[in-house]
Each structure stands twice: as C-alpha cells, then as structure tokens.
C-alpha cells in the first residue's frame, strides 16, 4: 500500500491516479496512524516552501516523514515536496526545510518564471530506466542547485542548471511531476514502485 501525505498541499487527485497505476493501493492520508501504516510514502506539494512546511507543522508532518525515513520504506517527494527535503528555502523569506538534503532552495535565475513546460533530464538513474531519452513537466520558479553528497541526481537546465530529481537511500524526489508527465512519468512512478 502507498500512502500519499495530506497535509492541504499538492495535486492529491491526480497523484493519487498516477500512483493507482503501480497496481498498488493508494490512499490519502492525514494521520500518523494511516501513513505510517504504508508500505511506501509519498509527499507531494504545491505553492511556496514555507507555506507547505507551516501546513506540513499543523498535522504532525515533519514527525510523520521523520518515521517514514527511519522506517527505510520508500518515499517519494514531488516538486515542493522534494524541495521541502532540503535544508533550506528562500521563497517569500528564508524558511527551514527537513533537512534530509544538504543544500538552499532558491529562486532560479531565468529570463521568464515561473519555469512551465517540458525538460530533457540528464541521468543514469535505475528510476529513469526506459525513459532517459524522454521530457517531463515542471512548473516551479525555485530549485535545489547543487550536488548533495552520497545522491544520485539527474540535472536539468532552464536558465541554469538545477538537480530534476534526486535519491538516496529510500529517498526519492523529482522537482517535476510526474503525474502530469504522461507515459514517461507513469514509466518512472512504475519503476520508483518496484522498490516497494
């Protein structure tokens, strides 16, 4: 079973589609007893980084993925819920994130933002395996730029070059979604799956 963090932040319907079609239960859960309960974990989000940390803070999420990551379950962050993984980030004032990644989330530098559309993706990773070659959708104007120790990290450019996805460990995360990605995102949700 895959549980997916409600915490008020992040296409809950659609991801909850995406997951579905691992073939695995999927649920939406609020609750420490129902997302720990799971057998992977995923944080999604949508909007700033400190307004998902101050929702994740009102339902006991940051306790919820701390148990999630000791558990060595897979987990699975999307767009601001990979970007909440970091250190820290800069958007609408400086905000601390979970810390599992070294590193400062920040604005990107680009002639238009916020960056919204399809991106190759640089990487070598098991996660990509069958969709190296193809694009994936990103809407976001604020990226995690550099390398974090020990991660495998897959680079894509939009202005600059900023880290598309990122693992380590049971920690996986893309700043793109792949719920909007069509068949390669549905690929990749597959694949991140075969872990479970």
């Given amino acids: 079973m895959i549980a997916i963090l409600d915490y008020g932040s992040g296409n809950l319907r659609s991801a909850q589609r995406a997951f579905e079609l691992t073939e695995q239960r999927v649920i939406l859960a609020s609750t420490a007893k ?3 309960s799971a057998d992977a974990f995923v944080v999604p ?3 700033a980084f400190g307004a998902c940390m101050s929702q994740l803070e009102s339902i006991g999420g940051k306790e919820m993925v ?4 000791k558990s060595r379950k897979p987990i699975f962050g999307i767009c601001v819920g990979m970007q909440i993984l970091f250190t820290s980030g800069s958007e609408k004032g400086n905000h601390e994130g979970l810390g599992y990644f070294s590193g400062e989330v920040s604005q990107l530098t680009a002639p238009v933002l916020p960056h919204i559309g399809w991106n190759d993706v640089d990487t070598k ?3 990509f395996d069958g969709v190296q070659n193809d694009k994936f959708y990103f ?3 604020f990226a995690a730029k550099e390398r974090v120790e020990g991660a495998d990290i897959a680079w894509t450019t939009y202005g600059e070059k900023f880290i598309a996805a990122i693992e380590r460990e049971n920690i996986f ?3 793109f979604h792949p719920e909007k990605s069509g068949d390669a995102g549905a690929k990749l949700i597959k694949n991140w799956a075969k872990s479970i």
């Fill in 34 to 36: 129902e997302f720990l």
């Fill in 45 to 47: 989000g949508v909007g």
């Fill in 66 to 69: 701390s148990e999630a990551v």
């Fill in 125 to 127: 990773s098991q996660l």
């Fill in 139 to 141: 809407v976001h104007s």
């Fill in 173 to 175: 995360a893309t700043q």
